[in-house]
């Protein structure tokens, strides 16, 4: 069997693309490869920012492989290190991630897409969250849904199942920003060159805040913060970055980020 996972990696930006014919679902072996190859960008200090999309133009991801389901993939097995899909519950990710969606993404391919940082649209892309037709629960969207988009639009979506496309998610602030599909992925690579020419130690220090603060009081998140218990910003305030950042501004310079 072929490698469902393609990658290419250039300079300190990794593409990863979901290539597994037809529809680029995912069964819980390409979702142990997801995972070792996020895992891996995660812990490459030359690596600063990933990209996930699909290959094709019609599929990004539908989600679970409901045929190899019913071959004997057990829903509750080992997605690998990542959980579903390699970013889901991958610990310790403090670097940006895109996702470029280049087609329908829906069910665990919504979510999917909803674990990167920042998410691309191609116009003709469309989404769901059909869980609630065949019995079962969109889990991960569950939890991440109610909190980046209003309340009751987040339920309608869970509730129905319905379909919605690339305007109404840029308009819900699901997606980013939408782009002809032709130029979909120049733009991922142009998002991808800016972030990667960034301070990799303030974006480690930014996810690290956002995700620990998540489930906290303000003053609870602000007081880990200023004690430096949380271990990126500890880095981050004893860094030559930080230090290289002051430098630069008194000098009317772009600044040098070293990652240390």
Known sequence: MTNPIKTRR?????EV?????????????????MGDVFADFRDDPDLRVAIITGAGDKFFCPGWDLKAAADGDAVDGDYGVGGFGGLQ???KLNKPVIAAVNGIACGGGLELALSADIILAAEHATFALPEIRSGTVADAASVKLPKRIPYHIAMELLFTGRWFDAEEARGWGIVNHIHPADQLMDQAWEMARLLASGPPLVYAAIKEIVREAEDEKFQDTMDQITSSTFES????????????????????????????
């Open 89 to 91: 519950e991958l610990p």
């Open 17 to 33: 693309t979901l290539d597994r014919p037809k529809a680029n679902a995912i069964d819980l072996a390409t979702s142990r490869i």
């Open 233 to 260: 910003v500890k880095s981050l305030y004893s860094s030559e970055d930080q230090l290289e950042g002051a430098k630069a501004f008194a000098e009317k310079r772009d600044p040098v980020w070293k990652g240390r």
């Open 10 to 14: 250039e300079g300190a930006i990794l």
